[in-house]
């Protein structure tokens, strides 16, 4: 009271005193809870992978070298489904938080990114996206142990990338935003499962790129397994139908088993 007092006796006299503006302490929604900024990562993770499925079919049927009952993955394959992988997935985060401030992750959850919690940035949306989703490297160390280490000590729970960027996840209450977010995920999922066995049944020209032709990799199958061969280390997943017959023929069940190899 005593302040707004002498603040008035000093405009009463013409004496305008400088009185710095007093910034928000933080955002007007509620921070999100590190459960839910977890949750959305995961299912953010599985769209990415039902895109990347379909990327990674046609980028090493392209370049790869294709059998007879295997596919043969070459330096080049791999390095053109390893690039495109981190394109999409960096656009993804980047434009749809700068954009809509939510992944389809977050928006099923119910969160959201919010820009400018107080006055000390002035980064546009697309600044502070890119900002904030480039430090993922750092923040994803040890499947984002770091990020979460980090997060759990902040009062607004701010990862690095946050931090530099000047955001907070907050939650977001619009249902309409979840709804639309349930829709198009599951849509990708299912335009994934309908896509790579098409991709896959296809003939593909394949491409050669000089001195990235070596195999590094394949990928194959025989009559009762499917194998992962990389360099010297081998990955077989068997189907054993004889094992436990009664109960196959009763139940229509078959045992799996996988097996690692490696040779010196």
């Not at 890119?130 to 770091?146: E, M």
């Amino acid at each position: 009271m005593s302040r707004y007092v002498s603040l008035g006796l000093l405009e009463e006299h013409g004496l305008t005193p400088n009185v710095p503006d007093v910034a928000p302490v933080g955002p007007a929604c509620p921070v999100a809870t590190l459960g839910d900024r977890c949750l959305g990562i995961v299912l953010d993770t599985i769209f990415l992978w039902a895109v990347f499925a379909v990327v990674d079919a046609w980028a090493f049927l392209r370049w790869g070298v294709p059998a007879r009952a295997e596919l043969n993955l070459t330096i080049a394959s791999l390095l053109i489904s390893a690039t495109l992988n981190a394109v999409i997935f960096f656009v993804y985060v980047w434009l749809l938080e700068a954009s809509f401030g939510a992944t389809l992750g977050k928006a099923m959850v119910g969160i959201r990114v919010e820009w400018k919690p107080d006055r000390n940035y002035a980064r546009s949306a697309l600044t502070a996206s890119a900002i904030r989703n480039l430090l993922r490297i750092v923040d994803g160390v040890g499947f984002y142990l770091l990020g979460l280490v980090v997060a759990s000590c902040s009062r607004l729970r701010q990862r690095v990338g946050d931090l530099c960027a000047g955001t907070v996840v907050v939650s977001d209450p619009r249902a309409w935003t979840k709804a639309l977010a349930i829709v198009l995920w599951v849509a990708a999922l299912a335009g994934s499962g309908w896509a790579v066995p098409r991709l896959c049944a296809r003939s593909h020209r394949v491409h050669r790129l000089p001195y990235l032709g070596q195999v590094v990799a394949q990928l194959g199958r025989t009559d009762n397994s499917a194998y992962v061969r990389f360099a010297r280390f081998k990955i077989e997943v068997q189907r054993n139908d004889d094992q436990f017959a009664p109960h196959a023929a009763t139940r229509g069940t078959a045992s799996s088993q996988v097996s690692l190899s490696g040779n010196d």
